[in-house]
């Protein structure tokens, strides 16, 4: 095995290597020039900060909504039930509409104007929350706010894809999770203040005013910079070979199909973690219980800003299957921790497992899907595919958690969530072929 080449057993541990580093990124801006001959400009600085701020502002708006509308509808003497209905509804929309959001997206001609579009959207959709909190309005708001979520994310990875090209995108993604991350955090801090100091109403004002500099950063990428069929997932116009563009074809590589399942797995085993957590952190420790499910927010996050850009590097040096495992270890050993771990403060430490997940799948995605979608034209629809399976695991998870904890206890629900995760690392070391691309043509392990 070469230098470059092992399997590292923790990422955290691993030593740095500046000469591996030093090569990886020229290769990839090499890819990045090589991608952009034929007349496709390179992407300029501009227009990549201007990504990586719309990707935190954009994350700014989307805290607004989630934990935040309970908070608010509960104030409005909304009952339990109405505010469940609400959520429910949200969540049935984003689930249903993750395969047509990615089909937009591979239709559009400018994803800049469809992404413009949906932030617009939210926007609105945060004004009439706060102007109007009567069930009508309420019901459809967060039916709009689903469905408009559910172009943003493909929008966003089409748009790197079609900034940087399918060779030099792992890095680009890692940078994404960092901004994505840093704007969670950013603006948990900024809104919680303001729901404290003013009203819980205010928060959805300060998300509508965070729609102005998403925009206004969304305005900052060039549009000529952004190849539509590099955006698609099609083939670059200069290649020979442009892949095969039938649905078909795309929806029974096997890749695909094995990834889309392990996500699901993913999904099944972690949803659940955190809310039982937070259920047996506020049992153990009532008075402190929302300062340590806080920490337990944030400290993920700032795992996530910290590795997330090592992970898109690592990811073209190592390739994907060995993060993945790593993702999957780190999920098995948080939820065999939760089941054992009985003080309140130590739980938070265990969360330093649930920030090498999220920083591992964040990039991976988006990534292992422009890999497999690469050449058919249909990278937008893959992703709704991934992102269906991911809303199925996560509805599945949070039911089925709650049902064996109430029948067995947090312990057992924890180790059969851990469990699950188990499932997902032995699929990846089994059956999922690497997807790593090395040149424009698909590696050997995908072939057929």
Known sequence: ???????????????????????????????????????????????????????????????????????????EKWTQGQIGLVLSIGGIV?????????????AAKSERLVAALAIATIG?????????????????????????????????AAISLGLVGPLAIGERLGRNARFASLGNGVAAAVMGTAGYLLSSRSVF???FLLTIPALIALSRIREQEVDIAR??????????????????????????????????????????MMPLMASAVTARSSQWATVLVAFCIVVP???????????????????????????????????????????????????????ITAAVFAVMIPLIVADVAFGSGHFNLAQGIVGTATGIGASL????????????????????????????????????PETRRTSMTAPKEMAG
Request: overall charge positive; glycine content about 10%; hydrophobic content about 55%.
């Open 301 to 355: 996050q700032a795992i996530v800003a910290l590795l997330s850009p090592t992970v898109g590097r690592k990811a073209q040096l190592w390739g994907r299957r060995p993060l993945l495992l790593i993702g999957f270890a780190a999920l098995t050993i948080r939820g065999l921790l939760f089941a054992t771990v009985r003080d309140p403060y130590l739980l938070v430490a265990v969360q330093v497992f649930d920030g």
């Open 1 to 75: 095995m070469r230098r470059g080449e092992g399997w590292p057993l923790v990422l955290l541990s691993s030593k740095p290597n500046p000469a591996a580093e030093d090569r990886a990124r020229r290769v990839e801006q090499d890819n990045v020039a090589a991608l952009s001959a034929g007349g496709i400009p390179a992407p300029s600085r501009r227009s990549l900060r201007g990504l990586d701020w719309f990707i935190f502002f954009l994350a700014d708006v989307q805290t607004g909504f989630g934990p935040f509308i309970a908070v608010y509808l509960t104030t």
């Open 94 to 106: 984003g689930l249903i509409g993750q395969m047509p959001g990615g089909a937009i997206i591979d």
């Open 205 to 207: 004002l300060v998300t």
């Open 231 to 272: 955006c698609h997932g099609e083939m670059p116009r200069e290649s020979a070979d442009r892949g095969d563009t039938n649905l078909w074809h795309l929806v029974r590589q096997r890749p695909l199909i094995v990834f889309a399942l392990s996500v699901m797995l993913l999904q099944l085993a972690n949803a659940a």
């Open 124 to 156: 609105v959709c945060a004004l009439a929350y706060a102007a109007m909190p009567v069930f009508p309005v309420v019901v459809a708001a967060a039916t709009l706010h689903a469905a408009a979520s559910c172009v943003l994310g493909p929008a966003i």
């Open 397 to 432: 998870s949070t039911a089925l958690g709650g049902y064996v904890s109430d029948k067995f206890g947090n312990a057992t629900a924890f180790i059969g969530l851990s469990g699950v995760a188990a499932m997902g690392l032995l699929l990846i070391l089994l059956v999922m």
